[in-house]
């Protein structure tokens, strides 16, 4: 492998470093955060746009997680003893069958979710265009 060559404008001096890391460190370090105060808090009321960006997708995918869990789950157990009688390969179809909705509900609503956004941005486009 051949060394690296130095560009013409880069300077071969070794102790270059050693000055751009003491200027580096006198420079008063950037500490605010990344996303502001107001953000963070929890809204009080869903219907408003001062949510995180995020936050109604957060929680989506929460609740769609607890019910991929919670749903299935619940029906084999459900199902066990009430409907099949004991027979657990019924109650464990059941319940694959149940995840499959869920999962199925969160396709459509994240399509949902998609298209909603698409539809902002092009009224949100149309009334620039307007004005």
């Not at 003491?22 to 370090?29: D, G, Q, R, Y």
């Not at 107001?38 to 960006?53: E, Y």
């Amino acid at each position: 492998m051949a060394p690296r060559r130095a560009a013409l404008d880069e300077k071969s001096d070794p102790g270059q470093d050693d000055q751009a890391a003491s200027t580096a460190a006198s420079e008063k370090s950037n500490i605010t955060p990344a996303v502001p105060a107001w953000r963070l808090q929890l809204c009080q009321n869903v219907n408003t746009k001062h949510c995180g960006p995020g936050s109604s997708v957060i929680v989506k995918l929460l609740a769609f997680s607890l019910a991929m869990i919670g749903g299935p789950i619940g029906t084999y157990y459900l199902t066990l003893h009430t409907i099949f009688k004991g027979n657990s390969t019924f109650a464990g179809a059941t319940a694959a069958i149940m995840a499959n909705f869920v999962l199925i509900a969160y396709v459509v609503v994240a399509m949902k979710e998609d298209q909603t956004e698409r539809l902002e941005a092009e009224k949100k486009a149309k009334e620039k265009k307007g004005l």
